[in-house]
């Protein structure tokens, strides 16, 4: 597994927008706020293309025709076209437009900051014993057989107290917030790279299913435990704390009370310690924290 980590304006300019939108319920709202302490309030006519810019994005899925123009294409006009109804296209070309000069005067100032980032996650994450030693483990946990993988990982605008990530770009690419996280926070990041890479990767061929026949069709109850296996792991979880050298954290995930840590760790530990995969006895022993979180 080799990691490239990509600087690129066009991704920024449309995570930036997406965001203000709201459009999504893991839109992260403190970015918002702070974005427009930086760069001054939003005029009546920006918030109302943002507010275009939601019905139009909500009609659609992660993984959309959206993230492939902004974060893969090279031209990204070109590919949203072509994907594209010729009313929306206008409408969001026209978005983009109106908000271009307050995400530039951003941008001005967080590139700088991306450009130190890619330095420092490219010297560090792409070390081949840590990257062994993950892969591995998380092979066994998940009972995954993952060939050869090349991981784009775009790097993205934040705040200087939060950074998060995602999966939602398509089948081999994840954005992590972190340009104004302090840049002592590496391992940090490099343990939320590798949380998004088992939603990507290591969960989908047999824990997914495992789940689906359990729950069938209760998503809810599938996605919370996904979420807490994930979190049990990394950043704040086992391999985090072990490998990344993470300290430990009050939350395993801020969405999972701490009263929950205890029997999460221990009982993940125990499975890493064996080598064993996640199995119906892990899921069982994870249902009822899952269904308090449901509550």
């Not at 495992?210 to 599938?222: A, T, V």
Request: glycine residues 4%; positive net charge; hydrophobic residues 40%.
């Amino acid at each position: 597994m080799k990691f490239s980590l990509v600087v690129k304006k066009w991704a920024n300019f449309y995570f930036f927008i997406q965001n203000l939108s709201e459009w999504h319920k893991n839109n992260r709202r403190d970015y918002n706020i702070f974005w427009e302490k930086e760069i001054g309030p939003f005029s009546q006519g920006e918030k109302n293309a943002l507010k275009q810019f939601k019905k139009i994005r909500s009609k659609y899925k992660p993984k959309s025709h959206f993230e492939q123009s902004f974060y893969i294409a090279k031209n990204p006009w070109k590919e949203f076209k072509k994907s594209s109804l010729v009313e929306e296209y206008r409408i969001i070309k026209k978005i983009f437009s109106l908000l271009w000069p307050k995400f530039n005067n951003l941008y001005k100032k967080d590139l700088p900051l991306l450009r130190k980032w890619q330095k420092i996650l490219n010297k560090q994450i792409n070390n081949p014993a840590t990257i062994k030693i993950i892969s591995r483990t998380l092979k066994i946990l998940y009972n995954a057989q993952l060939t050869q993988h090349n991981v784009n990982i775009f790097l993205l605008l934040s705040t200087p107290n939060c950074t998060g990530g995602s999966a939602n770009i398509d089948s081999q690419s994840i954005g992590i917030e972190i340009s104004r996280y302090p840049l002592q926070g590496a391992n940090q990041a490099i343990g939320i790279i590798w949380h998004e890479l088992i939603h990507l990767y290591f969960e989908k061929k047999y824990f997914i299913p495992l789940l689906l026949r359990h729950f069938e069709k209760d998503n809810p109850s599938i996605g919370l435990i996904l979420e807490i296996t994930a979190s049990s792991l990394f950043p704040n979880g086992a391999l985090g704390q072990d490998i990344l050298q993470i300290p430990k954290s009050k939350f395993l995930n801020v969405k999972i009370p701490p009263q929950f840590n205890k029997t999460i760790l221990n009982f993940t530990k125990k499975y890493i310690e064996n080598e064993k995969k996640f199995d119906n006895n892990y899921i069982k022993k994870l249902l009822p924290i899952a269904q308090s979180l449901k509550k």
